[in-house]
């Protein structure tokens, strides 16, 4: 029972942050239809600026993670400039994706070469004493809790914004369909270009959330990418709520299955799960059925 | 002029001196030699793949280090002669591309993307962790390759071993492309419908698509392994998808003369970036980052709007030129019908 419970309390933190990751895709897919190849690299070049801020420079934690969310905002709006604008006018997404792709491994290369070498594990202070808590028998890590009760804030953060704001519904117009945004007068491209922004900045806080946790290191990025892409697919690709429940589920079997199968498991079950899914349930949980254009 | 400068000299004079090159060059350089028809045969291997069937799969470098594994593994294990297991890893890299084209023929686009760099994470990760079989991160040295009757040594042996797999896959590429396989591959990148309407299987055509891939990259992971005398999970990583992806677009996307010039100028690029101690993520994210942005058809174009006697069967329209080529010019004259149809034939400037 101990074993179970230290298990689900670990796999819904690590969950938490597979959901925000998730989350940042499934926003840009909704409205682009392209999934941000570069996604997983905001993610860690958000834990490498506020290493920068609160480490190296020693400024709060609170005013590095503002900061670090505001520099992968930028880093988004980037990707958008660089590999989707110039692109996306030409309408091909093997060229979209390869650009992505490209982008993705010039800025890993970039934060090896500008905070350390490959193999280069940077540590991170941890945010509150590393003691665990007791809750009515249940142990859970003080640190894990603070992460989960910070990434709800940013998910409920995010969902005022997507909801309640002029910004947020231009975005859910636009991902709703394009054509009709630009006929009652939305800047398409502004909207695209925000929504990139706003899909890396969520990234960059679980990022900064996640670097207290772990280590950080520049490939880390794909990883996270690669667990965000398999929540946001578990949860259907189109699906914000999906995303969010995909990110916890993925979080939690992966922690299942390395404590009572295989601890190898833990890496490769974000892998086996987007096979299985792709294969018999493409459609995700929550997805709707998708359309086959023609 | 087109004797001289031609796509038919270039091939000639490429292997000829490649041919020459361990009578003159030292080991390093006969090393490097080898490396460029690796990557030859790998980016002809991935560019049928995406550049003609417009499959854009990640598995690439995964096929290529399922073909080095088999065959070093059926080498260990079986104590199988290479001239036995390098066919049988061949055919598990192909086996596993096919097995491959069952995804894709539900999904395209970014759902395939990401599906075939799952599978390719999880081929990596099953050559790190599956130490019982695989010998794990530490790799494993395959048994010496007997080339008996012939006296050379095993890197002279398999050099010029890649040295005829090259040019033969070389000319197989070109003829496939050439042929009506090449031209439903064409046909299912531009539209898949509109290729079914045409009566094209999408099953058989994906499926040889990724087959064809997985045989090309298998052939050359088990060159690889015979030629490095060394197996190990480094080699296949997501550097490797990264050099393959950059060797195909900077040569050309569908263009086979361009692969060949992408697999040489990637090799050597390469080694440049290493010599300059450079960071190859950097180099090959931006230098793929810039030909998709500036020159998505590769460096071939380049050379076939100034150079004459260049041309290919079936030439990759990008975007919008694809659009307008539903016009004659590029259709008609393309396939190859133009020699027997009159009025085409008259139509042309």
Same mark, same amino acid.
């Given at each position: 029972?101990?074993?179970?419970?230290?298990? $689900?309390?670990?796999?819904?933190?690590?969950?938490?942050?597979?959901?925000?990751?998730?989350?940042?895709?499934?926003?840009?897919?909704?409205?682009?239809?392209?999934?941000?190849?570069?996604?997983?690299?905001?993610?860690?070049?958000?834990?490498?600026?506020?290493?920068?801020?609160?480490?190296?420079?020693?400024?709060?934690? $609170?005013?590095?993670?503002?900061?670090?969310?505001? %520099?992968?905002?930028?880093?988004?709006? %980037?990707?958008?400039?660089?590999?989707?604008?110039?692109?996306?006018?030409?309408?091909?997404?093997?060229?979209?994706?390869?650009?992505?792709?490209?982008?993705?491994?010039?800025?890993? %290369?970039?934060?090896?070469?500008?905070?350390?070498?490959? %193999?280069?594990?940077?540590?991170?202070?941890?945010?509150?004493?590393?003691?665990?808590?007791?809750?009515?028998?249940?142990?859970?890590?003080?640190?894990?809790?603070?992460?989960?009760?910070?990434?709800?804030?940013?998910?409920?953060?995010?969902?005022?914004?997507?909801?309640?704001?002029?910004?947020?519904?231009?975005?859910?117009?636009?991902?709703?369909?394009?054509?009709?945004?630009?006929?009652?007068?939305?800047?398409?491209?502004?909207?695209?270009?925000?929504?990139?922004?706003?899909?890396?900045?969520?990234?960059?806080?679980?990022?900064?959330?996640?670097?207290?946790?772990?280590?950080?290191?520049?490939?880390?990025?794909?990883?996270?990418?690669?667990?965000?892409?398999?929540?946001?697919?578990?949860?259907?690709?189109?699906?914000?709520?999906?995303?969010?429940?995909?990110?916890?589920?993925?979080?939690?079997?992966?922690? $299942?299955?390395?404590?009572?199968?295989?601890?190898?498991?833990?890496?490769?079950?974000?892998?086996?799960?987007?096979?299985?899914?792709?294969?018999?349930?493409?459609?995700?949980?929550?997805?709707?059925?998708?359309?086959?254009?023609? | 002029?087109?004797?001289?400068?031609?796509?038919?000299?270039?091939?000639?004079?490429?292997? @000829?001196?490649?041919?020459?090159?361990?009578?003159?060059?030292?080991?390093?350089?006969?090393?490097?030699?080898?490396?460029?028809?690796?990557?030859?045969?790998?980016?002809?291997?991935?560019?049928?793949?995406?550049?003609?069937? @417009? +499959?854009?799969?990640?598995?690439?470098?995964?096929?290529?280090?399922?073909?080095?594994?088999?065959?070093?593994?059926?080498?260990?294990?079986?104590?199988?002669?290479?001239?036995? !297991?390098?066919?049988?890893?061949?055919?598990?890299?192909?086996?596993?591309?096919?097995?491959?084209?069952?995804?894709?023929?539900?999904?395209?686009?970014?759902?395939?993307?990401?599906?075939?760099?799952?599978?390719? +994470?999880?081929?990596?990760?099953?050559?790190?962790?599956?130490?019982? /079989?695989?010998?794990?991160?530490? @790799?494993?040295?395959?048994?010496?390759?007997?080339?008996?009757?012939?006296?050379?040594?095993?890197?002279?042996?398999?050099?010029?071993?890649?040295?005829?797999? !090259?040019?033969?896959?070389?000319?197989?590429?070109?003829?496939?492309?050439?042929?009506?396989?090449?031209?439903?591959?064409?046909?299912?990148?531009?539209?898949?419908?509109? !290729?079914? #309407?045409?009566?094209?299987?999408?099953?058989?055509?994906?499926?040889?698509?990724?087959?064809? #891939?997985?045989?090309?990259?298998?052939?050359?992971?088990?060159?690889?392994?015979?030629?490095?005398?060394?197996?190990?999970?480094?080699?296949?990583?997501?550097?490797?998808?990264?050099?393959?992806?950059?060797?195909? /677009?900077?040569?050309?996307?569908?263009?086979?003369?361009?692969?060949?010039?992408?697999?040489?100028?990637?090799?050597?690029?390469?080694?440049?970036?290493?010599?300059?101690?450079?960071?190859?993520?950097?180099?090959?994210?931006?230098?793929?980052?810039?030909?998709?942005?500036?020159?998505?058809?590769?460096?071939?174009?380049?050379?076939?709007?100034?150079?004459?006697?260049?041309?290919?069967?079936?030439?990759?329209?990008?975007?919008?030129?694809?659009?307008? #080529?539903?016009?004659?010019?590029?259709?008609?004259?393309?396939?190859?019908?133009?020699?027997?149809?009159?009025?085409?034939?008259?139509?042309?400037?």
């Amino acid at each position: 029972m101990e074993m179970f419970s230290y298990l $689900m309390a670990t796999g819904i933190s690590t969950g938490a942050l597979y959901a925000l990751v998730a989350l940042g895709l499934v926003v840009v897919y909704k409205a682009t239809s392209v999934v941000n190849f570069a996604h997983g690299e905001m993610f860690m070049l958000g834990g490498f600026l506020a290493f920068t801020f609160h480490v190296m420079l020693g400024w709060q934690y $609170m005013v590095s993670l503002v900061l670090a969310v505001v %520099g992968s905002f930028v880093l988004g709006i %980037g990707v958008d400039r660089v590999a989707f604008r110039p692109l996306m006018q030409r309408q091909t997404l093997v060229s979209v994706l390869l650009c992505m792709v490209g982008l993705s491994f010039f800025l890993k %290369g970039l934060a090896r070469h500008l905070w350390g070498g490959k %193999g280069d594990y940077l540590t991170f202070p941890p945010l509150v004493s590393p003691e665990p808590m007791q809750f009515g028998g249940i142990m859970i890590m003080s640190q894990q809790l603070v992460v989960l009760v910070a990434c709800g804030i940013v998910m409920a953060v995010f969902m005022v914004f997507f909801k309640l704001t002029r910004a947020g519904r231009f975005m859910q117009a636009t991902a709703d369909n394009p054509k009709a945004a630009r006929l009652v007068g939305l800047r398409v491209d502004r909207v695209y270009m925000m929504t990139f922004g706003v899909g890396a900045a969520v990234a960059g806080a679980a990022g900064v959330l996640m670097a207290p946790l772990t280590l950080l290191y520049p490939d880390m990025g794909f990883m996270l990418f690669i667990k965000g892409f398999a929540a946001a697919v578990l949860g259907g690709l189109t699906s914000i709520p999906g995303a969010l429940l995909g990110g916890f589920l993925i979080g939690i079997i992966e922690q $299942m299955a390395a404590g009572y199968i295989h601890t190898g498991l833990q890496e490769v079950a974000a892998f086996i799960i987007i096979m299985v899914v792709m294969i018999f349930r493409p459609t995700g949980l929550l997805g709707g059925s998708r359309r086959r254009k023609v | 002029m087109q004797f001289f400068l031609g796509k038919r000299t270039f091939l000639i004079v490429l292997f @000829g001196a490649l041919l020459l090159m361990p009578s003159l060059a030292n080991e390093y350089h006969i090393f490097i030699a080898n490396l460029v028809m690796l990557y030859i045969i790998l980016a002809l291997g991935l560019n049928m793949l995406i550049g003609f069937a @417009g +499959q854009l799969a990640f598995a690439n470098a995964a096929m290529y280090g399922i073909g080095a594994y088999g065959a070093g593994l059926l080498m260990k294990h079986f104590a199988w002669p290479y001239w036995a !297991a390098a066919p049988g890893g061949m055919l598990i890299a192909m086996a596993a591309g096919t097995l491959l084209a069952l995804p894709a023929l539900r999904m395209s686009g970014i759902y395939l993307a990401l599906t075939t760099l799952a599978f390719a +994470q999880f081929v990596w990760w099953l050559m790190t962790h599956w130490t019982s /079989v695989t010998f794990g991160a530490g @790799g494993f040295i395959p048994p010496p390759i007997d080339f008996s009757p012939i006296p050379v040594t095993q890197e002279i042996g398999i050099y010029y071993l890649t040295w005829v797999a !090259a040019i033969l896959l070389y000319l197989a590429a070109k003829n496939t492309m050439a042929s009506s396989i090449g031209r439903a591959f064409v046909a299912i990148r531009d539209g898949e419908v509109a !290729a079914e #309407s045409l009566g094209i299987n999408l099953l058989r055509y994906k499926a040889l698509a990724f087959a064809i #891939s997985g045989f090309y990259a298998g052939t050359a992971g088990a060159l690889y392994g015979g030629m490095l005398g060394f197996v190990g999970p480094e080699s296949f990583d997501l550097l490797q998808m990264i050099l393959h992806k950059a060797a195909v /677009v900077i040569g050309g996307l569908g263009s086979i003369i361009g692969s060949v010039i992408g697999g040489v100028l990637l090799t050597v690029s390469v080694e440049i970036t290493k010599e300059l101690k450079w960071s190859i993520e950097m180099a090959f994210g931006a230098l793929l980052m810039l030909f998709v942005l500036f020159q998505p058809t590769g460096l071939v174009t380049f050379i076939k709007r100034w150079v004459p006697g260049w041309r290919e069967h079936l030439q990759y329209l990008p975007e919008r030129e694809a659009q307008r #080529s539903i016009d004659v010019e590029a259709s008609v004259e393309d396939v190859g019908i133009t020699s027997t149809d009159e009025s085409a034939q008259e139509r042309r400037p």
